[in-house]
Structures are given as structure tokens and as C-alpha cells.
């Protein structure tokens, strides 16, 4: 009696968990809508040694008020690129597998809105409709 009543227990609970676990597999992440869009350029330079090819004046769609790190992780997620960002000052330490100081002890990513190199911090500026962002690898 008791070994039949552990047995149903134990099915019942194996049910159970597979319920769990087929109704969370079916779940798809939801996108955030854009609800006040403005339209940016976005180009990307590798370093010639990495073998990736560059990006090239694409254009994006992001929220007003983004700041250049917005653009390019929501850019690096949508397209699927491993981006890493530091997570005590927000700067980007790599953009798809390349990583600050690879190819050369200096070099490290830097961004340009509108042709101009930046230094103001990628969490603090803020792009405008039309902007021209390029990230680039160098000294």
C-alpha cells in the first residue's frame, strides 16, 4: 500500500514538473517597443587583424534620449554581438569578440558622433535624430 501511494506521488510530481518545465520553454523574450524613434547611422571599425568585417552605415532605429551606450548594446543584441561593458565606469571593453588591448596594448575602443572623437563617457551622451555613431579601435 505504501510503496503504491510513493509511486503515484512520484508521478504526480514528474507530471507536475513537466508541466512547469514545457509551458516555460514556450515563452519568447518580448521587445521593448520604440515609442518616440529617432534615426541614427551606426558604423563599426574593426582592427584589420581581426577578420571581422567592418559595419558600415547602418541604420537604426532607437528611443529618444538613448545615450551611445544604449544604441550600441540594443544595436549588439538585436544583431546578436557579444558586447561587454565595464560595469563600474559604463564604457565598452568589447564589441564582438574584440576586447580592449587585443591586437595592441593601447588600443581600445572609442566612439565619434557626426565625425568627431568623443570623450565624453558612453552612459552620458545622448544622441540626436540624424547622429552619426562610429566606433572605432585605436590609441
Not at 48 to 60: Q, T
Request: with cysteine.
Amino acid at each position: 500500500m505504501k510503496k503504491k501511494i510513493l509511486t503515484n506521488l512520484i508521478i504526480c510530481m514528474l507530471l507536475i514538473s513537466s508541466i512547469f518545465l514545457i509551458t516555460g520553454c514556450g515563452k519568447e523574450k518580448e521587445e521593448t517597443p520604440i515609442v518616440h524613434p529617432i534615426r541614427i547611422t551606426l558604423s563599426i571599425d574593426y582592427p584589420a587583424k581581426s577578420g571581422i568585417e567592418d559595419v558600415e552605415e547602418a541604420d537604426f532605429k532607437i528611443e529618444e534620449d538613448s545615450t551611445v551606450l544604449d544604441a550600441i548594446q540594443l544595436y549588439c543584441n538585436v544583431n546578436e554581438l557579444p558586447v561587454t561593458v565595464e560595469t563600474t565606469d559604463a564604457s565598452i571593453q568589447g564589441i564582438n569578440g574584440v576586447t580592449n588591448g587585443d591586437y595592441a596594448a593601447k588600443r581600445h575602443w572609442q566612439y565619434k558622433i557626426n565625425g568627431e572623437l568623443c570623450k565624453t563617457p558612453e552612459n552620458e551622451k545622448i544622441l540626436k535624430d540624424g547622429d552619426t555613431l562610429e566606433w572605432v579601435f585605436k590609441k
